[in-house]
């Protein structure tokens, strides 16, 4: 789910962080059960290109099928098409179970198999994962952005603002709404790292703190919260009153919850997070009747059906048509897309005489090298003149945010183009 995610430090912290990150050193080496690869021939003077994309699958929590799916459709659809640099692309596959030791399991599964990059990936545990990334000189390229470390490692290139663009968004949208909120979250470590952020959009407009409620994250009864929320939220008759729920998978059972119990309470705004919503779940609960209608959204990009997305929605048709886990408007599968747009054109760069590593790659993005996604994102590069002054976000190189509003059943925006949200973060205490 969500973590989530970030705090502020000064940037002369930053360098003995990083070193002291960088000077874990890991041990052992294993291979994660029901890890996968893609099969396929070979290609190139090199032999194929081998990355890893990770994430929880089938555990009692937050879920993301989709996309380890997206990652293994990406490599049928490349491959049919030339494949990167010349050469095939192998992808391997591994679960972590929403556990920081299968995370780090994965990581080193990474290693073993020779993986040149981890692409596209999910995990709320970044520092369990990178480490072992970082021993070996792994870049870790387009993750989700649901730890704090995927912003603060050397070897981590997100493609987006992660969840602490979108808190410090989400409270920069509410801040024009909302005279109280109340954020309910997981009860997670990755959870711990939200408050500061939505308070910092609050912050903003000159809005007080956000309550802040927490719920187990593999929760199916969240009436207790629902009922705090609401009386938190409507307390004061004269005050608008808003409740932002940010709970990834257990999102859809907080709302339902709260539905059944708001007509005893006064009316209060709902907010939320791409990642805890898209136009796929409105639709499947309910379209316009459905407990999001109204609710405020902040998300990282283009609305689903944006014809941005097209060329995205042309490859899964043609290699993963049928399947149900690669949503076109699910944020993960967005997400991983990107990421591997991004290794396609770092590979392609390279030429099919150079070498193809992890070395290589990271050379690559650390000289600056431009990547596009046909404006799905604004051009990245991650060089040093590039990355982020936001304090504890050093390798944060999009900070771009939409605000939307679910309206008669469709994710609208509620602003036009994207707004930035750097200086909010470098603020979040």
Same mark, same amino acid.
């Given at each position: ?94 679960? &972590?179970? #929403? +556990?920081?030791?299968?995370? $780090?399991?994965? /990581?080193? @599964? ?6 040149? %990059? ?99 994250? &593999?929760? #199916? +009864?969240?009436?207790?919260? $629902?009922?705090? /929320?609401? @009386? ?6 004269? %005050? ?190």
């Amino acid at each position: 789910m969500t973590g989530r995610r970030p705090t502020t430090i000064p940037r002369t912290t930053f360098t003995s962080r990083t070193l002291r990150t960088i000077a874990v050193a890991v041990s052992g080496a294993s291979l994660v059960a029901g890890c996968g690869l893609v099969p396929g021939t070979t290609g190139g003077s090199e032999g194929p290109v081998t990355v890893m994309t990770w994430a929880p699958e089938q555990t009692g929590a937050t879920n993301m099928p989709g996309i380890p799916a997206m990652a293994r459709a990406y490599a049928r659809w490349v491959n049919a098409h030339g494949g990167i640099g010349g050469r095939q692309l192998k992808v391997l596959t591994c679960n &972590d179970h #929403n +556990d920081g030791v299968d995370a $780090a399991k994965c /990581a080193r @599964s990474a290693v073993d198999q020779h993986a040149v %990059a981890v692409v596209g990936s999910y995990s709320q545990y970044g520092r369990a994962f990178l480490s072992p990334l970082e021993s070996a000189g792994i870049p870790y390229i387009g993750g989700y952005g649901v730890s704090d470390a995927e912003f603060t490692s050397p070897l981590s290139y997100p493609v987006n603002g992660g969840q602490a663009a979108l808190l410090a968004g989400n409270g920069e949208q509410l801040a024009h709404i909302c005279d109280r909120t109340v954020l309910i979250r997981p009860d997670t470590i990755a959870g711990d790292e939200l408050p500061p952020l939505l308070d910092a959009g609050l912050a903003l407009g000159k809005r007080p703190a956000a309550t802040d409620l927490r719920a187990a994250e &593999d929760s #199916n +009864d969240l009436d207790t919260q $629902a009922d705090r /929320a609401l @009386s938190t939220a409507s307390s004061d008759p004269l %005050a608008e009153g808003c409740v932002a729920a940010v709970l990834g998978d257990r999102t859809d059972t907080f709302m339902d919850s709260f539905r059944r119990l708001r007509a005893d309470y006064p009316e209060v705004h709902t907010a939320t997070v791409l990642g805890s919503v898209d136009q796929t779940v409105i639709n499947r609960t309910g379209g316009a009747s459905s407990p999001y209608e109204g609710a405020y959204v902040t998300g990282w990009y283009p609305a689903a059906d944006d014809a941005r997305w097209n060329p995205m929605r042309k490859a899964i048709d043609e290699v993963a048509f049928g399947d149900n886990r690669i949503d076109p408007a699910d944020a993960g599968v967005q997400t991983t897309w990107i990421a591997y747009t991004v290794l396609k054109q770092l590979v392609d760069s390279l030429g099919e005489d150079d070498d193809v590593s992890a070395r290589s790659l990271r050379i690559a993005l650390d000289k600056g090298a431009k990547v596009t996604t046909g404006g799905l994102t604004p051009t990245l590069r991650w060089d040093y003149a590039h990355l982020s002054a936001a304090g504890d976000f050093p390798r944060l190189v999009n900070a771009r945010v939409a605000f939307q509003k679910v309206d008669k059943g469709r994710l609208v925006a509620t602003h036009k183009g994207l707004v930035d949200v750097t200086d909010t973060l470098a603020k979040a205490p």
